[in-house]
T-cell receptor, first 114, second 111 residues
Framework: KAGVTQTPRYLIKTRGQQVTLSCSPISGHRSVSWYQQTPGQGLQFLFEYFSETQRNKGNFPGRFSGRQFSNSRSEMNVSTLELGDSALYLC?????????????FGPGTRLTVT | GQQVMQIPQYQHVQEGEDFTTYCNSSTTLSNIQWYKQRPGGHPVFLIQLVKSGEVKKQKRLTFQFGEAKKNSSLHITATQTTDVGTYFCAGDRSTGNQFYFGTGTSLTVIP
């Protein structure tokens, strides 16, 4: 099976702009989670989608939003970008079919806000 | 704030020495997962522990889940240079997929 893919891999934006990141999970996986990774804060949970519904949400401001499509692909949007949003954004998919919910991570999108 | 703490933050060992990282949660966890992230890479799933007091082994790696399900540890016997990376624990308080990652332990193995 193909792994989790994320596009784009690198992105440079300026403050105030918005950005949309995309994640395609492993075929058959219905759960997609998003994480923000920074040197200072580590890996922080943003939200999780399952069957097009947001099931869990981390402690991030409303500027961070997401959605999931019927094919399980997910997008994450950040509006009114701030310098502190510079980070590696990782998505992870899991089958969540009742067995161990191991998460398979994509390579990430490196976002730089200038 | 951070709900899952890991110690130590960094560890340098000589090749062949043992290594242990500890994970502590302020709340009871329903399960805990361990991941390894190589420099420049993404986290890769290692194992999941669900039962209180559970111990699992993968070759030179031994994982434990505490009796109270609030702490966990990863022990590597006779480290090798291929063990280099950052090891994260991730705890889930519910039955869903909302994992709180630990701060990570960066392991350097000196040949």
């Amino acid at each position: 099976k193909a792994g989790v893919t994320q596009t784009p891999r690198y992105l440079i934006k300026t403050r105030g702009q918005q950005v949309t990141l995309s994640c395609s999970p492993i075929s058959g996986h219905r759960s997609v989670s998003w994480y923000q990774q920074t040197p200072g804060q580590g890996l922080q949970f943003l939200f999780e989608y399952f069957s097009e519904t947001q099931r869990n949400k981390g402690n991030f401001p409303g500027r961070f939003s997401g959605r999931q499509f019927s094919n399980s692909r997910s997008e994450m949007n950040v509006s009114t970008l701030e310098l502190g949003d510079s980070a590696l954004y990782l998505c992870a998919s899991s089958s969540n079919s009742g067995g161990p919910y191991e998460q398979y991570f994509g390579p990430g999108t490196r976002l730089t806000v200038t | 704030g951070q709900q899952v703490m890991q110690i130590p933050q960094y560890q340098h060992v000589q090749e062949g020495e043992d290594f242990t990282t500890y994970c502590n949660s302020s709340t009871t966890l329903s399960n805990i997962q361990w991941y390894k992230q190589r420099p420049g890479g993404h986290p890769v799933f290692l194992i999941q522990l669900v039962k209180s007091g559970e111990v699992k082994k993968q070759k030179r790696l031994t994982f434990q889940f505490g009796e109270a399900k609030k702490n966990s540890s990863l022990h590597i016997t006779a480290t090798q240079t291929t063990d280099v990376g950052t090891y994260f624990c991730a705890g889930d308080r519910s039955t869903g997929n909302q994992f709180y990652f630990g701060t990570g332990t960066s392991l350097t193995v000196i040949p």
